[in-house]
């Protein structure tokens, strides 16, 4: 639905990057559009990912459209123009964003939600093994192509090799697991995870940590602990102990780094290079600029990289773009110290845990499933 306004916009908000923070922007622009403003999105990608269904796509539990967001059907909806082109920097004496592939744009107000890249993912690049599990649009298209080239040349079982120890490393490996043993090629798949840290899914509590390890142990998905991965070669990787390993593909899955377009923006960053932001998720740089999701970091109050925090910003940042317009004075975002997290583990179980509470069921999954619909949808198709 185009925005119905009494006079003609006068000023330019542009939401660049469209991940769950932006695209909520967009979505509840539909029916209540900020006054005297028109809106601009911009993406390298034609659609977006959710993150939440990646695995259960990976996993042949969902099909691929019922994860992807369109965004120029998004931005339809919003009467906001779409903009497909690749960032080259930022003007801010101008006032403009410019591109590779694409006139500047001028901003009164900018989002950046461009997300993050795997640490690391660069420095093997080269590497003809490597699939970086980022970006998450093109992850599954990657993956396959790497996973047919290694068919034609693998001998027996097609070696796996998955870095990084987290909650999305686990579910990769059981849903890709789980498509494998649903293919012709059933039983032909060796997975075998590398972490730099003592145990699996660090962050979650010892019981989740414990019934994980036991659940990769009875699939036969082996855990290399305390193994950092130093080289990444033509056919196998390389880790800290002097070992090697042979693998036909290697998802890189490690935690966030800064994707490389931030550091052509000229804004403070952390010392990891995201955008250091005030509570207000403003950049400590230029109040004009929000860094949201993942490209952002609050200096007093730093979260973890995750998805959840990007949703729950939605709300702060639609009030403080409001608020922006209107010269009121802004809200500050306050994380939350612990939230629900369920992983999918690929056989039509996940597993949940919240606070203290573990449990593994099919019950979870349905949950997880009833979450991430209704969540996705919302931006699939109109109100």
Request: contains cysteine; hydrophobic residues 40%.
């Amino acid at each position: 639905m185009s925005p119905k306004l009494d006079e003609a916009p006068t000023k330019n908000i542009v939401l660049l990057g469209m991940g769950h923070t932006n695209a909520d922007i967009a979505h509840r622009w539909q029916e209540d559009p900020i006054p005297g403003c028109r809106l601009t999105c911009i993406s390298k990608f034609p659609t977006a990912t959710y993150s939440g269904m990646l695995p259960g796509t990976l996993g042949q539990q969902f099909r691929d459209d019922e994860m992807r967001i369109d965004l120029a059907s998004l931005a339809d909806r919003a009467g906001a123009d779409f903009v497909l082109a690749d960032t080259s920097g930022l003007d801010l004496d101008a006032g403009q964003i410019h591109f590779h592939d694409h006139p500047s744009i001028p901003f009164d107000l900018l989002s950046i939600g461009v997300g993050s890249m795997p640490a690391g993912w660069a420095e093997y690049s080269d590497s003809p093994l490597m699939v970086p599990i980022k970006p998450m649009q093109t992850f599954l298209q990657r993956l396959d192509a790497r996973l047919q080239t290694a068919s034609r040349s693998a001998g027996g079982p097609m070696r796996v090799a998955i870095v990084g120890g987290g909650v999305a490393s686990v579910e990769i490996a059981c849903c890709l697991q789980a498509r494998a043993g649903k293919s012709d090629n059933n039983g032909s798949l060796a997975i075998e995870i590398f972490t730099s840290s003592e145990h699996i899914a660090d962050g979650m509590t010892p019981r989740s940590i414990n019934r994980i390890e036991r659940l990769l142990e009875r699939r036969g998905i082996n855990v290399q602990r305390s193994r950092r991965v130093v080289e990444v070669g033509e056919t196998d990787l390389a880790t800290d102990d002097g070992q090697r390993h042979v693998a036909d593909c290697v998802i890189w899955a490690t935690g966030a780094a800064a994707p490389p377009v931030l550091q052509q923006l000229g804004l403070q960053t952390d010392d990891r290079g995201f955008i250091a932001t005030a509570a207000t998720l403003q950049s400590l740089t230029d109040p004009r600029i929000f860094a949201v999701g993942d490209a952002g970091t609050i200096v007093a109050s730093p979260s973890p990289k995750a998805g959840v925090y990007a949703v729950r910003q939605c709300p702060v940042l639609w009030d403080n773009l409001n608020a922006s317009i209107a010269g009121q004075p802004l809200y500050e975002f306050d994380p939350q110290s612990d939230f629900l997290k369920i992983l999918n583990t690929g056989d039509g179980k996940a597993l949940l845990e919240f606070g203290r509470w573990t449990a593994h069921s099919r019950w979870c999954w349905w949950l997880k499933t009833w979450i991430d619909r209704r969540f996705v949808q919302k931006f699939q198709r109109p109100d």
